[in-house]
């Protein structure tokens, strides 16, 4: 199987349903000659002309709103919101009107639009470009919360995401852009609610979603070295979410760490452990579930400051040692 | 009236466009339009059954037998009905939380809307939306939106679909004297400008953002010169002579209709307050009589039909009386519904 980039595999995800259904288009800022601001939709404008690699002026609400605009028609619109930060200026768009006229107008139409849009920090690209919203948009009923760790994940759920008759927010991380990883030419499509158990183990739990799935896999396959068994869980989708698979495993190992760059308040780790905690696994816990996500804080330019902001492989370690020795 | 002859008026024009007193040579007028008898009959018939909806609404709300909140939009029919009957009927229609006339207008069934303004689930919305929410997709359309001026940026994907699908179809586009401050009026006017997208916009102009007079809210008036920022060809009516409207909106669809998008102001009025909860503090009581007296779009129609002889008092009469059971029937319908059953709540959250 053909190893590729994160970034390269949406991209084919695109690419491939676009040839396969012309009612798909892009709509966003930048996405024609320059490829998209972290260059994802480059070399799309020469496949597919500017009719479906639509570029607009910088009116976010609008993208949005012209996207939902044409999938009454029938359209199949992708857009992309160039940082995940910009969405709040389309908001009212995505949730108002795409996430709600669905059941308010009795189910009589329906809403499948996909926006993409990269969250996250790392890149240096201070408070107004880094966030990761992703808790905030489980909130809202009606959409759907995509989230993809690994190349193969994201050209799956893409796929699922551009034939779902409902508006889905495709979160991609900016640092998991160059990670590579097997990615299979040609359509599959992974479906939606269904978390994958990354690395199985026995002694604790993590469930971790984009870039703390990596770091919770590398700092998992360190303490493998000492016998501990840690098993990673990354949901894949946040709304749905795969609950079971959660508990189950919970059950399994007695123990449960919920890890994300999100920042704390509020934060989706919360929503697992109050789903656990109140399920069939509570009988079976051994220590108390924890969480180590993102600082209460927006995030900081300098290079030490952001890292500090949000969990890393050493957090993440010490954090696991610390639950396993009942030090909380 | 066109951008020329407004241009050349006085302050922004609006005094002289609404000083006409509708005794136009009806014969004439509609000669020139192509409007026939009958259809003009039918044109006065919708007005008087969207006058009845209104006021049935308000009544069955005193009543207490509304539950949610309405936004009526007596007084302002020609604009529904001379817009509906210049556009095609499968052209689409997107509109604002004052939208019972326009769906009159465009033919919807009046049991089905008066049976969601009930919250039944024979409704259009299974009781879901309510007042602020009727669509009707099978007759195109999209659904009137809660959201002040939400509704205008989506124009600009259906217009944009339409022109991908090569379809010969405009999406008329209806919002508010408020909703042309919101941010997305100027992205979107922008937009179908820049690519030639088949919109008709209109802007309701009813001269109140909820208490707030459009002239305290607009730094320049009338509202549809702003379309010149963006290259697009404007005007501003008589929004309560139903065939000025029938006209320009004639015109104007066949401009949108060749991908020229058009922004029409159409200045009418309010009676009702803004919503249930409007107490009129904020306007006169004479200001509201003036208009329902002197420049009421169903009364100056009336005397236009009578004064060139195709209606007299007794036929107008039997006509709004044939109207309100239209309404009658309506009610008795959606009371008759069943509400929607407790079960099916989660039911239209996903597709």
């Known amino acids: 199987m053909p190893e590729i980039t994160y970034l390269e595999a949406i991209r084919q995800g695109l690419w491939e349903e676009m040839k396969r259904d012309e009612n798909v288009f892009l709509i966003g800022e930048d996405i024609g000659r320059y490829g998209g601001a972290f260059g994802v939709t480059h070399g799309m404008l020469d496949e597919f002309g500017p009719e479906r690699i639509r570029e607009t002026p910088i009116s976010e609400a609008t993208i949005v709103a012209t996207a939902i605009g044409a999938s009454l028609l029938g359209m199949r619109p992708v857009a992309e919101i160039m940082f995940m930060d910009f969405v709040f200026l389309a908001l009212d768009q995505l949730v108002n009107q795409a996430a709600k006229m669905h059941f308010m107008f009795g189910g009589r139409t329906n809403v499948p639009i996909v926006v993409r849009t990269p969250g996250g920090s790392g890149t240096g690209a201070a408070a107004q470009h880094s966030q990761s919203l992703e808790s905030m948009f489980m909130h809202f009923p009606g959409l759907k919360v995509v989230n993809p760790s690994t190349p193969y994940d994201a050209k799956g759920l893409l796929i699922t995401s551009m034939r779902d008759p409902n508006p889905v927010v495709f979160i991609e991380h900016k640092q998991l852009y160059k990670t590579k990883g097997e990615v299979p030419e040609g359509e599959y499509a992974i479906p939606f609610g269904v978390a994958e158990i990354k690395r199985p183990g026995k002694d604790l739990t993590v469930v971790a979603n984009n870039v703390m799935v990596p770091r919770s896999l590398a700092v998992a396959e360190r303490l493998a070295l000492e016998g501990i068994d840690v098993e990673v869980i990354d949901p894949r989708t946040l709304l749905p979410l795969d609950t079971e698979t959660i508990i189950n495993s919970v059950i399994k190992t007695g123990r449960l760490l919920v890890i994300h760059e999100a920042c704390q308040t509020g934060g989706w780790a919360g929503e697992v452990i109050a789903t656990v905690t109140g399920s069939r696994a509570f009988d079976y816990l051994d220590a108390p579930v924890r969480r180590l996500a993102g600082k209460d804080t927006p995030i900081p330019y300098n290079r030490e400051l952001e890292r500090s902001a949000v969990p890393q492989e050493e957090d993440i370690e010490q954090e696991i040692r610390a639950i396993l020795a009942g030090k909380y | ?351």
């Open chain 2, 1 to 351: 009236m066109t951008n020329e002859k407004l241009k050349k008026s006085e302050k922004h024009g609006i005094e002289e466009i609404l000083s006409g007193d509708g005794a136009g040579d009806l014969l004439a007028q509609a000669t020139k339009l192509g409007l026939s008898h009958e259809q003009l009959l039918e044109m006065f018939r919708t007005m008087c059954t969207i006058r009845h909806f209104e006021y049935m609404a308000d009544q069955l709300y005193a009543a207490g037998k509304v539950h949610g909140t309405m936004h009526l939009s007596a007084g302002q029919e020609a604009v529904a009905v001379g817009t509906a009957r210049a556009v095609r009927s499968d052209d689409y229609l997107i509109n604002h939380h004052r939208g019972h006339g326009h769906f009159i207008a465009k033919g919807a069934d009046i049991k089905l809307m008066m049976a969601e303004f009930l919250g039944k689930d024979a409704g259009y919305c299974h009781g879901r939306g309510g007042s602020m929410h009727i669509a009707d997709f099978s007759s195109n359309s999209l659904g009137a939106n809660g959201i002040v001026g939400a509704g205008i940026p989506h124009a600009v994907g259906v217009g944009l679909a339409l022109q991908m699908k090569k379809r010969d179809e405009i999406v008329v586009a209806i919002f508010g004297d408020g909703a042309a401050n919101e941010g997305v009026f100027h992205e979107a006017l922008n937009m179908v400008a820049l690519w030639k997208l088949p919109v008709l916009y209109i802007c309701e102009n009813n001269k109140y953002g909820m208490s707030m007079d459009v002239e305290r809210a607009t730094a320049k008036l009338p509202i549809a010169q702003r379309a010149e920022a963006y290259g697009m060809p404007w005007y501003c009516i008589d929004g309560n002579d139903v065939l000025t409207v029938y006209e320009t909106m004639k015109e104007a669809a066949e401009r949108a209709r060749t991908g020229q998008p058009v922004l029409v102001e159409t200045l009418t009025y309010r009676y009702f307050g803004h919503s249930k909860s409007d107490r009129n503090l904020y306007r006169s009581k004479e200001e509201i009589k003036d208009w329902r007296e002197n420049r009421d779009p169903i009364k100056r129609f009336q005397a236009q039909l009578i004064q060139a002889g195709w209606l007299d008092e007794m036929r107008a009469s039997q006509i709004d009386a044939e109207a309100l059971k239209v309404i009658e029937e309506a009610v008795a319908f959606a009371e008759a519904s069943p509400d929607p059953d407790p079960s099916t709540l989660m039911e239209f959250v996903y597709a």
